[in-house]
């Protein structure tokens, strides 16, 4: 079985930038696309960027759509923009099935979930 690993994030300051990394392994981009998703506390876990390097589709999320931009190759990234409080939450990747990626960005889409990695936005 593969997993999503590898996702590390950080503090940083309102109208900050980060950008958050993911290996995988396991499993190669030709099996699955790859989906970038958060937990903020007390919150449901959303979707936010997922990316097929099959046909190079991105689909974003309302919530992601304008500050965050995530690719479909190695190295794989979510580049974060213009952070707000509100985005503190605990980061995911995962492999998402790449038929999906035509449906949006969806958690009940995700085969495999990697480690989450907390992101705090805060002066």
């Known amino acids: 079985l593969g997993s999503a690993a590898g996702v590390w994030g950080g503090l940083v300051q309102p109208g900050g930038s980060l950008r958050l990394s993911c290996e995988v392994s396991?499993?190669?981009?030709?099996?699955?696309?790859i989906g970038w998703f958060r937990q903020a506390p007390g919150k449901e876990r959303e979707g936010l960027s997922c990316a097929s390097s099959r046909d190079g589709r991105i689909h974003s999320e309302e919530s992601a759509k304008g500050r965050f931009t995530s690719n479909t190759k190695n190295p794989l990234y979510l580049q974060m923009n213009s952070l707000k409080p509100e985005d503190t939450a605990v980061y995911y990747c995962?492999?998402?099935?790449?038929?999906?990626?035509?449906?949006?960005?969806?958690?009940?889409?995700?085969?495999?979930w990697g480690k989450g990695t907390q992101v705090t936005v805060s002066s």
């Open positions: 396991g499993f190669t981009l030709d099996d699955y696309a």
């Open positions: 995962a492999a998402v099935p790449h038929y999906c990626v035509g449906y949006g960005c969806r958690t009940t889409c995700v085969d495999y």
